[in-house]
């Protein structure tokens, strides 16, 4: 066979032209005897004319029993519709292919799911579209997923060679370095009892081709993290890995927000205004409660510490004097929320660690609250002027530690948003992209339970300059040189400048992680050797692409946007896989299966 067009290509210009297409039975209709089968490949749909003045009945009697999905080749006339039978629904709407000889290439068994009826689609319950994926893959919702993740895969590679960099690609089998999310381990047939573990990401790789003097590397990194699943989470993604060396802070910005700008343009037609807002760690908390702050809508944290510092109501008064502050958010328009959505809140703040959800709703000129009575004039003033208070509005408050305080308000303000939005008082624009930078994150968090500081990133990132010293003295004060590239509530991607030299980085192991200096050699030697034989200053970055992906196909769930991802549960339902394997396979691998224990 060969085909002359895709389906999507015909026009009226062609109406008289014989072709020949091939694709799927996406529909099918029987209208007085002639049947009408409209044919879809991967670029478009076109419907197809069986008439039985012109074909012989085996061919008419054989395209009448095709199932859905069947594969078939066509040869016919190209004709303009007749008036008033157009489709402007798709592009070859204004003709058809009046079929002269047609041949069956598959057919195909009754569908376990529609694939033509978005609407009945979308209802499919995932785990059977994920069983037949190759099924689901046809949805022109999911073939327009692939289609743009391979555009914008085109796009971002065109623009990074633009800007110098090399592609290179680095090992999926290396070293276990356990930190972070757990690693999946590969073991090894030739080395008896050791392993190899798959790369969470290509982070040292990628800093030694600094020191091997590449200076600019990119790679679209395949990574592997074994750790609980959510709806943006898999065991393994794709990850647009950079990094430069001889660089600022600056000169990664300007690129990710042109490489951004570019695949933005690409994609969706829309030009992103540069450069990105900035905004510290400390602000984002300050004013959103999280790291990511999605700042489309309002609905800021305020601080009230010193309205309430000598407050009768002693659970804000007695936050203060341990030390804590006390903020609220205004969820305007949310007074009409009953009894019981107020408690769902309040259990969904304890989730994360608050004592309670104090609040005032104002609803027929009213404060509604049982804490209320506790505070005087002075402070309901404050609070008025503070959070613009005015009729129909929900005030919820936190009294606790900084963190605490504006982590707890930070889950309710988007619990509440996404209420507001269910109610229709609160619209978002789909075509809004509100990027920011998120800087200054502190270099170091401390662990109460293991009484031990550990890094808020990871171990290869530089402190602030100006907080080197602080390094033994103070080092919750310390600033790591991390950023964060957000977008609408989204981390995209996040990277910093890194440690080039080796003394600073063996103290950040030894002395500020507490990493024994034998463990230090055994796990990181080769990379502080290498450091020792002149590394440049460097740092680069890693965006999620698959999260990214998402973004711009406008999903929540970057299962939508992989071609064959994996349930929550980490399986793969079309291959059943994991599984188990031989009996030979094991010894080869010097490998004792154990049943697990039942607790």
Not at 43 to 64: K, W
Not at 74 to 92: C, D, H, S
Not at 161 to 178: M, N, Y
Not at 514 to 534: H, V
Request: with cysteine; charged share 25%; glycine share 6%.
């Amino acid at each position: 066979m060969k085909r002359t067009h895709h389906c999507n290509e015909l026009r009226p210009e062609h109406a008289g032209h014989t072709v020949t297409l091939a694709g799927w039975v996406h529909s099918r209709r029987d209208l007085g005897g002639v049947l009408f089968i409209d044919i879809r490949d991967r670029e478009g749909r076109i419907q197809t004319v069986f008439d039985p003045s012109d074909l012989s009945p085996e061919i008419c009697n054989s395209a009448a029993s095709l199932h859905s999905e069947s594969v078939i080749e066509v040869v016919g006339r190209v004709r303009q519709r007749p008036q008033g039978t157009e489709n402007p629904k798709i592009a070859t709407g204004q003709v058809e292919v009046l079929v002269q000889g047609f041949t069956v290439l598959n057919h195909a068994d009754v569908l376990p799911f529609p694939v033509d009826d978005p609407e009945v689609a979308n209802k499919v319950n995932e785990e059977l579209r994920l069983k037949h994926r190759y099924l689901d893959l046809r949805r022109p919702e999911m073939a327009r997923n692939l289609r743009l993740r391979s555009k914008v895969a085109t796009a971002t590679r065109v623009f990074l060679d633009e800007q110098g960099f090399l592609e290179v690609e680095t090992p999926t089998l290396f070293k276990s370095t356990p930190e972070g999310a757990r690693e999946f381990l590969v073991p090894s047939r030739v080395h008896p009892g050791q392993f190899y573990a798959l790369p969470q990401s290509p982070q040292q790789f990628k800093q030694i081709l600094m020191v091997a003097g590449v200076e600019r590397y990119f790679q679209l990194a395949r990574c592997y993290r074994d750790e609980d699943l959510r709806a943006d989470r898999q065991p393994e993604f794709t990850q647009v890995d950079i990094e430069m060396s001889f660089i600022e802070r600056e000169d990664l910005y300007s690129l990710i927000e042109g490489l951004l700008k570019r695949v933005w343009k690409t994609a969706l037609g829309i030009d992103l205004p540069t450069p990105f807002k900035r905004i510290s760690f400390e602000e984002a908390l300050n004013r959103y409660g999280i790291d990511k702050p999605d700042s489309r809508f309002g609905m800021e944290l305020v601080d009230l510490t010193e309205s309430f510092r000598a407050s009768s109501f002693k659970v804000f008064s007695g936050a203060i004097q341990n030390g804590g502050v006390v903020k609220a958010i205004n969820a305007k328009g949310l007074a009409c929320a009953t009894q019981g959505q107020i408690e769902t809140m309040t259990e969904y703040a304890k989730s994360f660690g608050a004592k309670g959800l104090a609040f005032i709703k104002v609803e027929g000129g009213e404060w509604k609250s049982p804490i209320v009575k506790f505070f005087s004039d002075a402070e309901k003033a404050a609070l008025k002027s503070r959070l613009a208070i005015e009729e129909g509005d929900l005030i919820l408050f936190a009294a606790d530690q900084w963190l605490n305080a504006c982590e707890i308000l930070g889950k309710i303000r988007l619990y509440c948003a996404d209420v507001l939005k269910a109610q229709g008082k609160l619209t978002l624009d789909p075509q809004r992209f509100d990027f920011m930078w998120v800087i200054e994150f502190p270099l170091l968090s401390f662990d109460k339970e293991m009484n031990r500081w550990y890094s808020s990133h990871h171990p290869f990132t530089a402190p602030v300059a100006e907080d080197i010293p602080l390094l033994k003295s103070d080092p919750k004060k310390v600033r790591g040189q991390h950023y964060d590239v957000v977008v609408n509530g989204v981390e995209l991607g996040g990277g910093s400048i890194r440690i080039h030299q080796p003394a600073v980085q063996k103290t950040i192991f030894e002395e500020i992680l507490q990493i024994p200096a034998e463990e230090t050699q055994l796990r990181f030697g080769y990379m502080l050797e290498a450091f020792r034989y002149g590394a440049p200053p460097h740092g680069g970055i890693a965006l999620g692409f698959d999260r990214m992906i998402a973004i711009l196909c406008g999903t929540t769930s970057i299962r939508d946007v992989i071609a064959f991802p994996k349930t929550a549960k980490g399986a793969c339902l079309m291959t059943d896989s994991p599984s188990a394997v031989s009996a030979k396979q094991l010894r080869d691998l010097h490998i004792e299966v154990k049943a697990a224990r039942k607790d």
